[in-house]
């Protein structure tokens, strides 16, 4: 199983960022996939989140109206674009796909990306 995050760097406050990230290894369409991240001296928090039926979404109200999930499920990829980014955005961005089954429940991990917004 593998969750590879790409598109990560370093961006000027108002600028956009567009995170990739390509699963294997797993039905990916059967997993719900979220972006979250963690900054230094703070805990992860779920950023956002692409449900794997009927294509629902949700998102931290810190990103609203600025930050789009979307996913492909014949490429199994999912995607963060980020618009009007924030100093405080800057974090490592984990990619995550969680399935929850009657008995257990599946989760993975990438290994993230790191974000910096500053000018």
């Known amino acids: 199983v593998q969750l590879v995050e790409s598109g990560g760097g370093l961006v000027q406050p108002g600028g956009s960022l567009r995170l990739s990230c390509a699963a294997s290894?797993?039905?990916?369409?059967?997993?719900?996939m979220s972006w979250f991240r963690q900054a230094p001296g703070k805990e992860r928090e779920l950023v956002a989140a692409?449900?794997?039926?009927?294509?629902?979404?949700n998102y931290a109200d810190s990103v609203k109206g600025r930050f789009t999930i979307s996913r492909d499920n014949a490429k199994n990829t999912v995607y963060l674009q980020m618009n009007s980014l924030k100093p405080e955005d800057t974090a490592v961005y984990y990619c995550?796909?969680?399935?929850?089954?009657?008995?257990?429940?599946?989760?993975?991990w990438g290994q993230g990306t790191q974000v910096t917004v500053s000018s």
């Open positions: 995550n796909a969680l399935r929850r089954g009657v008995i257990s429940t599946t989760t993975y």
């Open positions: 290894g797993f039905t990916f369409s059967s997993y719900a």
């Open positions: 692409a449900i794997s039926a009927g294509g629902s979404t």
